[in-house]
């Protein structure tokens, strides 16, 4: 009962981020119809530029807002200069559905590269504000942490953030009419291509914040080469395609559903198998569900 | 090129591999065992151009179909004391049936899904090695093809051995998948990767020849992984990075994915790019950590590049250039 | 105010869509725009709210060229395109749909008086707004995208084929309330259409367009008048 309670809140924490990550892929993919593999490399890098804040102001709550102003700032960056010479440059020929892919992945492999030469291979190290020593019941100690509350609170709050701002604002409606149809948001008057850059700004933000937790959550160390990196270069993707990658909802489900797993089978079953997990999870959902959990059907395929 | 028959490429090929084995006579150790190399890229780079160019699905976890190749080549050699020729073989079913199973799956998705899933399978797969002892957890296990024979002298050493082996099997390679993409299931990828519906009303059966595109690009996957671990002589995980699979990727981009005769360019590129970056850090000499990080960013940098500028790589852009040449001229 | 379109030129990759064509629409009026299929009627409109490039020629409304704008520039100039096939976001709710019409607009309170106003002229969509748009019949449908157009407090509306997949009885009532919008708002009104007699029966003017050039011009009742037209578009 107490291991389950623990996996439980684990597989929450860890999914809270994961979702985070999906949203900022989710965001991307409705603004310009591209995959983001270099996301988490971009969280990456935001979350060093949390960690050279951190060096010089000493606290977490100046770091996170820098990381993410730093993360909003880089993807602002790629899409005006990289994403609108690719769309220019490639949007025909048999390469067409290939190309967008395929230029993320060097961006991503780009940008570790940049980490590396700059910051070095070695583990940096990030502290969070709070403790990261579980909360007792009785004798025992849950893995459930102040850190892991915070990080779940600090996660829920930018979620009803970012809904409130899609649903009420009339920039989110800008963002919405965006996505689903271009051309009658450019007819009623909306710059459809400064909407694009605020999609990637928001994504890259959002990436930043799950970065920054990741990193305090994990073991406190990161590098380009670090587990915490590819678990979240993986999860984000595949929590964003649990949930349909169409909508915000769907990323959040998707991340808690891919947390849960992840959790259950590094405790129940085996600690090296929890990489190949997430693989298995996808690979069960497009058969079964192949529009994702929330997902319109037939989109997949398109 | 295309009006060769298929016998005639046969010729070309027995040609250029002599002269081939000819220049390993001349050469020094180094420039041999980077033959070796070239030819090992050659084949998975050439596998990937199956896939992405003809067939138009993206993997980007060729490196885990590499890894299966090459633990089931180690596993029947170590555990089984199969012949080196069937350990390759052995290499090719193991890796082709993973393609077969993966290419179900893939049938069914298109695009940035396929392309996320191999992703995960490329990092969730070598964690594999770890659970079961007979794959030898991070330290891995031997894959040992032997000395060469004695019959051919004293003088062969073992770097020529491991050329010879590769070289054989890179022309193999080669000249099976340059006749495959020129058959009729060639011709079915190709129709299919240009419009999927227009392909299926004229009776081709999209989704099989997509497995089977998958389950050959597998194969030919499976013989590189084991070729590479034998230039290595160990399997483990960390011969499988995802660093392999976007190399591998960057070098079938740099060939042009659409045309198989580029394949030398990507193949050579790769082997050439750690020695260029070393030499050009030594030239402006830099800091030691931007150095180990060089190679890496001329593949990333090599990699956008052409995706922007020659997104269907420099052969087929030549040839368009040369046939729009024509055309004016004509005029 | 009037709509100065002269010697426009249009071409979609090698193939000329519009060719040479010139017209004028007066301020308050109704033109329609008829031809057959492929005639590039669509393509004339979607040129002169930006969404395609012209090759040669101009197209002025109140001193703004046309041609060389975003359509995101062009409808701050009060001009509106209602694209074709019921151009409305299905994902967006009704009420949201008409919010985008008004989206730029800085008075608020104004785009608030636009809204009752749409509302008044379709209630329909009043009772439905806060629905998705794809749950809507194909007149709803029709009805939200003039909606939407008018909430960008348009003086001209380009109007590509309403009647297209619709009812006959439905057709007529919407092409009523064109006439009614034209009159009552004094817009300035290009209708495209197939339905040829629909349009000019409720046009003040008439352009038919024949493989991109101006077959002839005239007042509407000219128009229905003229036996050749009568024939190749008329049908009777």
């Given at each position: 009962m107490f291991q389950l309670l623990n996996t439980i809140l684990i597989g929450i924490t860890a999914g809270a981020i994961y979702s985070l990550m999906a949203i900022s892929i989710v965001l991307v993919w409705r603004s310009?119809?591209?995959?983001?593999?270099?996301q988490a490399g971009m969280a990456l890098l935001s979350t060093y530029f949390g960690y050279e804040a951190m060096v010089h102001f000493n606290s977490f709550w100046i770091a996170l807002p820098v990381a993410m102003v730093g993360g909003a700032g880089i993807a602002a960056l790629i899409e005006l200069v990289f994403m609108r010479l690719l769309v220019k440059r490639s949007s025909t020929g048999p390469m067409a559905a290939v190309a967008p892919i395929i230029a993320t992945l060097g961006l991503l492999g780009l940008i570790k590269g940049i980490i590396s030469s700059i910051w070095g291979g070695a583990d940096v190290r990030l502290v969070g504000p709070v403790t990261n020593v579980g909360y007792s019941i009785g004798d025992k100690t849950l893995a459930f942490s102040p850190l892991k509350l915070l990080t779940l609170c600090t996660v829920v709050a930018l979620m009803l953030l970012l809904t409130v701002l899609f649903q009420k604002s009339n920039i989110g409606l800008s963002l919405r009419a965006s996505a689903y149809s271009p051309e009658i948001a450019r007819l009623s008057g909306v710059k459809v291509d400064f909407v694009r850059t605020l999609g990637w700004s928001l994504a890259g933000a959002a990436g930043a914040v799950a970065g920054m937790f990741q990193t305090v959550n994990g073991n406190g160390a990161f590098s380009p080469e670090s587990i915490e990196f590819a678990l979240l270069l993986i999860s984000g993707f595949i929590a964003a395609v649990i949930g349909g990658l169409e909508s915000l909802v769907g990323a959040v489900v998707g991340g808690l559903v891919l947390g849960l797993v992840i959790s259950f089978v590094l405790m129940y079953i085996s600690s090296s198998l929890f990489f190949i997990a997430p693989f298995v999870i996808l690979l069960i959902i497009l058969f079964v569900r192949p529009q994702g959990i929330l997902g319109v059907k037939a989109a997949r395929r398109a | 090129m295309h009006k060769f028959k298929s016998s005639h490429h046969l010729g070309f090929f027995i040609i250029f591999g002599f002269i081939l084995f000819l220049t390993g006579n001349r050469v020094d150790e180094l420039r041999v065992y980077q033959g070796a190399s070239i030819a090992v890229y050659v084949v998975a780079i050439s596998s990937i151009i199956l896939l992405?160019?003809?067939?138009?699905q993206v993997s980007l976890g060729h490196g885990a179909l590499l890894a299966i190749g090459a633990y089931s080549a180690a596993v029947a050699r170590n555990n089984f004391h199969a012949p080196v020729v069937l350990t390759f073989v052995i290499a090719v079913l193991a890796a082709a049936l993973g393609g077969a199973l993966l290419g179900a799956a893939a049938a069914r998705l298109s695009g940035p899904y396929l392309a996320g899933t191999t992703l995960a399978l490329a990092i969730g797969l070598p964690s594999l090695a770890n659970q079961f002892p007979i794959f030898g957890g991070e330290q891995g296990v031997f894959f040992d093809v032997g000395f060469?024979?004695?019959?051919?002298?004293?003088?062969?050493t073992q770097y020529k051995w491991f050329f010879w082996i590769a070289g054989l099997a890179a022309l193999i390679s080669i000249w099976l998948v340059a006749n495959i993409l020129r058959s009729r299931y060639g011709r079915n990828w190709r129709a299919g990767r240009s419009n999927e519906t227009a392909a299926a009303l004229a009776g081709i059966s999209v989704s099989r020849s997509k497995i089977l595109a998958f389950t050959i690009s597998a194969g030919v996957a499976g013989l590189a992984g084991a070729l590479l671990s034998m230039t290595i002589g160990t399997v483990s995980p960390s011969a499988f990075p995802l660093a392999l699979s976007f190399s591998l990727l960057t070098g079938a981009v740099l060939s042009g994915?659409?045309?198989?005769?580029?394949?030398m360019i990507g193949a050579v590129t790769l082997v050439a790019i750690p020695e260029i970056a070393d030499a050009v850090a030594t030239r402006i000499g830099v800091s030691e950590r931007f150095t180990t990080n060089l190679p890496g960013l001329m593949v990333s940098t090599l990699l956008i590049l052409t995706v922007l500028f020659v997104p269907n790589g420099p052969v087929e852009q030549h040839r368009t250039r040369q046939a729009r040449k024509a055309a004016k001229e004509k005029n | 105010m009037t709509l100065t379109v002269t010697e426009l030129t249009i071409h979609h990759g090698a193939i000329c869509a519009i060719s040479d064509v010139s017209f004028t629409v007066p301020k308050g009026q109704l033109t329609a725009v008829i031809g057959a299929n492929g005639a590039g009627k669509t393509t004339l409109l979607r040129t002169l709210s930006g969404l395609n490039k012209s090759t040669h020629g101009t197209a002025t409304w109140n001193e703004h060229n046309l041609l060389h704008s975003k359509p995101e520039t062009i409808v701050r100039h009060g001009v509106s395109h209602v694209s074709?096939?019921?151009?409305?976001?299905?994902?967006?709710?009704v009420v949201e749909n008409l919010e985008l019409g008004a989206i730029?607009?800085?008075?608020k309170k104004e785009a608030a008086e636009s809204k009752a106003s749409v509302i008044d002229i379709f209630p329909r969509l009043g009772e439905r707004l806060n629905q998705r748009a794809d749950t809507l019949s194909g007149g709803e449908r029709q009805m939200l995208a003039i909606g939407r157009a008018i909430m960008s407090k348009p003086q001209l509306l380009l109007l590509d084929e309403p009647s297209l997949g619709l009812a006959p009885l439905i057709v007529e009532q919407i092409f009523q309330t064109i006439r009614d919008l034209t009159t009552s708002m004094g817009l300035t009104v290009v209708l495209v259409e197939q339905n040829a007699m629909g349009a000019l029966k409720i046009a003040d003017q008439g352009v038919v367009l024949n493989l991109g050039k101006v077959a002839v011009a005239g007042t509407a009742q000219s128009l229905i008048a003229d036996p050749q037209v009568r024939a190749a578009y008329l049908g009777y």
């Open positions: 310009t119809r591209v995959i983001n593999f270099a | 992405t160019g003809y067939s138009g060469p024979p004695p019959s051919l002298g004293e003088g062969f994915v659409s045309t198989l005769s580029g394949v | 074709e096939g019921k151009a409305v976001i299905p994902e967006l709710s730029w607009r800085k008075n």
